[in-house]
Nanobody
């Protein structure tokens, strides 16, 4: 079993920055890709970013490319999402997740079904 716990959400003004973290406990995250998703009220959960544990290759949704950065600390078994130039439309609950397997082609990383372990989410609110 893997437990994922997000933290670092909060309220920030448009144009501001926030960093959310995802700490894993239980089994090591090993070589599994990790993803960040978000879900706004009344909307489906959408892909934000993903990172391969080995090598650190990263992938982003077009809506956050150039503003958000995903990273990981292997020693701490933690994944981060640094969010800069935040916009009101970034308001959502942010979830981290671990992929079911150790490798997926990048197009598969955007799918919710690619991931089997999820955190409880952390709220990010961007005021205008």
């Amino acid at each position: 079993q893997v437990q994922l716990v997000e933290s670092g959400g909060g309220l920030v003004q448009a144009g501001g920055s926030l960093r959310v973290s995802c700490a894993a406990s239980g089994r090591s995250l090993g070589n599994y890709p990790m993803g960040w998703f978000r879900q706004a009220p009344g909307k489906e959960r959408e892909f934000v970013a993903a990172i391969f544990w080995s090598g650190g290759s990263t992938y982003y949704a077009d809506s956050v490319k150039g503003r958000f950065t995903i990273s990981r600390d292997n020693a701490k078994n933690t994944v981060y999402l640094q969010m800069n130039s935040l916009k009101p439309e970034d308001t959502a609950v942010y979830y981290c997740a671990r992929a079911r397997g150790t490798y997926y082609p990048p197009p598969s990383l955007v799918r919710v079904s690619t991931y089997d372990y999820w955190g409880q989410g952390t709220q990010v609110t961007v005021s205008s």
